[in-house]
């Protein structure tokens, strides 16, 4: 199974440190969140992983061999943003056709069957689209090309509420007609909360949380009752935020609840990604006790 | 299909449970085919993985099974099995909590068994 | 790698890029002029042929690849997008553009040859032949050498572009604009004052006067020789080759 390995990976524009000492694991078939506020760094850690612009300092591998200067290793990867890379004035089909040239193959039927999907008309051309089509055939080609690993930078930005379910839900089907993975970096968590398998979360730069979904859920607890009550029940417990509601207190713990007993008036449950990921990534107090 | 998920347990196993819900209530007969995994990672935007574990959750139990090339099918017999699953389940999953609830409102024993009782009257 | 798709990437758009230029030059030189002289009813005056014969149609050629060459930036954009190396398509790209001057020089020199000497009977169209035709006696040998010292100032002309264009497009469009305007005015000045040095001290003039000679391969006789310049022009051309291959091997994606 192929790896993808980013490796002590750091970045700054000018005096403004964008990336700090990043070290990240992709393996093959698995869908990962890259989750971050805008201004985290998500979209420099992309292009950095596609070699499109350099890092400071660190480097990136798939299967232990470097990407740089690499057409093998670079072939395995594929990025879609919101730049536009290709000439304004090729028709689709045609960039369709120099995609293919270069990558070897194309998956034409999968791609014609989205283009009418999504009423894409393949001979316009590059320039004439609009933001949501040009976002849309990007997605397309992203999906059609023969590669093992799909970096997609937030690839429902541009897209209106129909078009965004019916891209997820060709997402789904594609991973799993042509197991691949897919890196979906977003700040749109709930979207894509129930359908990453593994979480990266990215503040400031650094890297906050990095771990399979299910493990992390499994660390989410909320507390929730009389303010007295639940402070007791989650003292020393690592309690990254909380609500309240009149007399009603939520503590939200992440980590390890210990052994002690739990009071009549005090209920447990999990929390979502959502939440943990604001708690990780506010300057709220406590919010910086996490747990990797 | 009617099911919805929350952030209150792991969704693997709501997808369990939800399944098992609809085949208690009748909703998937004995012998019927379900929602494939791709089908139900779809519609709800779950990771295929996700929604396999549940279902497998399910099977374990033989409440449904795979069949080659055609899909998952609910297993004779499983409406049974399901419903006194959840009848012995009963107890921990409502009566704790129910009477939990009625010593937090002061409601006495045999109140509470009045209003059981009035319950069944409607 | 995938130097052979790349390479024919890039032969196929850039042919068609040099295709139009060729069409809008030889639409304003040959057919502007043509409805000017149709509107102001001067036909008679048009001459198709005189203007084949002041026009330097052989020489467009070296200007056309050095614009082409300074062109990188755009294919690059598509390249990375598609996972090519910088070093693929440095070989991609040298390989295109020696194919072009492969092809141009050889049309060049038929044109040159065949139509414009017989044409206007005078043979000196380029810079070989007005210097160094003299030097060989035999005519073949003559004609040789002239494709190889065209093909050469092709190549120097090519790798200006190409330094030019790699180097440019490292900066953002604001640091290119400065660099566009500054240099020019720098490099003017620079040279204005090394003239009005060289005309003060008579020293170092013999010191360059000798290079110079040397390298143009002057000789008393008036019969130049051009295996010095040749030599020179090789050398550069190496040279430049390693600059532009760093120079590619730097390139990234702006964010613009």
Not at chain 1, 24 to 46: P, Q, V
Not at chain 1, 186 to 208: F, P, Q, Y
Not at chain 3, 65 to 74: D, Q, R
Not at chain 3, 186 to 198: D, S
Request: proline share 2%; net charge negative; with cysteine.
């Amino acid at each position: 199974m192929s790896v993808l390995e980013v490796s002590h990976v750091s970045k700054s524009f000018g005096s403004k440190n964008v990336l700090q000492d990043v070290s990240l694991t992709f393996d093959e078939n698995k869908i990962y969140g890259l989750l971050g506020r805008n201004g985290a760094g998500k979209s420099t850690l992309l292009n950095i992983m596609t070699n499109r612009i350099f890092a400071d300092t660190g480097e990136v591998k798939i299967d232990s061999e470097r990407i740089n200067d690499n057409d093998a290793k670079l072939g395995l990867i594929f990025l879609m943003s919101e730049v536009n890379l290709y000439p304004n004035g090729n028709t689709l089909n045609q960039i369709v056709a120099d995609t293919e040239l270069i990558y070897g193959s194309f998956n034409h039927q999968l791609a014609e069957r989205l283009a009418k999907e999504f009423d894409l008309d393949l001979t316009s051309k590059f320039g004439k689209l609009s933001t949501g089509y040009n976002s849309i055939f990007k997605l397309i080609l992203a999906l059609c090309v023969p590669v093992k690993f799909v970096l997609l930078d937030e690839p429902v930005l541009g897209l209106d509420a129909n078009h965004r379910e019916m891209f997820y839900s060709e997402l789904i089907q594609t991973y799993t007609d042509n197991p691949r993975t897919f890196i979906i970096s977003t700040h749109l968590i709930e979207e894509v909360a129930n359908l990453i398998s593994d979480v990266i979360v990215l503040d400031e730069g650094r890297i906050m949380l990095d771990q399979p979904v299910e493990d992390v859920l499994a660390k989410t607890h909320s507390v929730v009752g009389p303010q007295k009550d639940v402070d007791a029940y989650t003292k020393g417990l690592n309690v990254i935020g909380h609500d309240n509601m009149g007399t009603i207190r939520v503590n939200y713990v992440y980590g390890d609840l210990d052994d002690r007993r739990l009071p009549d008036t005090v209920q447990l449950s999990n929390f979502d990604l959502q939440k943990l990921f604001i708690f990780l990534t506010n300057q709220f107090e406590g919010s910086r006790h996490y747990e990797n | 299909m009617q099911f919805q998920f929350n952030s209150s347990e792991p969704i693997y196993r709501q997808v369990a449970e939800q399944i098992e819900d609809a085949i208690a209530a009748g909703g998937f007969e004995e012998g019927q085919q379900i929602p494939s995994t791709t089908e139900i990672s779809k519609e709800f935007h779950i990771n295929p993985a996700t929604v396999l574990k549940g279902m497998n959750i399910v099977v374990a139990k033989n409440l449904i099974e795979k069949r080659r090339g055609l899909g998952m099918f609910v297993t004779n017999g499983a409406h049974q099995r399901i419903v006194s699953e959840k009848k012995n389940l009963f107890f921990e999953n409502f009566v704790v909590s129910l009477v939990k609830e009625a010593r937090s409102l002061d409601i006495s024993e045999s109140e509470l068994l009045e209003l059981i009782k009035r319950g069944y009257d409607k | 790698m995938k130097t052979s798709q790349i390479t024919k990437y890039l032969f196929k758009r850039q042919i068609v890029i040099l295709g139009e230029m060729y069409l809008v030059t030889f639409a304003a030189i040959y057919i502007l002029p043509l409805l000017l002289s149709l509107i102001t009813g001067t036909l008679h005056d048009y001459s198709f042929v005189q203007i084949l014969k002041t026009s330097p149609i052989t020489g467009f050629f070296s200007f056309f690849m050095f614009v082409i060459a300074t062109l990188s930036y755009e294919n690059f954009k598509f390249l990375i997008q598609n996972g090519i190396s910088r070093k693929t398509f440095f070989e991609a790209q040298i390989t295109v553009y020696g194919l072009f001057i492969l092809i141009g020089n050889t049309v060049n020199l038929i044109y040159n040859y065949l139509i414009y000497t017989p044409m206007t009977n005078r043979d000196t169209f380029n810079i070989f032949m007005t210097t160094y035709a003299k030097f060989f006696s035999n005519g073949i040998i003559t004609v040789i050498f002239n494709f190889i010292f065209s093909a050469l100032t092709l190549v120097i002309m090519t790798l200006i572009g190409m330094t030019i264009g790699s180097f440019l497009s490292l900066f953002s469009k604001t640091w290119q604009r400065i660099l566009l305007v500054a240099t020019p005015i720098i490099g003017g000045v620079t040279m204005i004052y090394i003239i009005n040095a060289l005309e003060t001290s008579s020293l170092k003039m013999t010191w360059v006067e000798h290079f110079a000679e040397f390298i143009l391969g002057y000789h008393r006789s008036g019969i130049y020789n051009p295996f010095p310049m040749m030599a020179f022009m090789l050398l550069i051309s190496v040279i430049m080759l390693a600059i532009v291959r760093y120079l590619f091997s730097k390139k990234q994606l702006k964010r613009e």
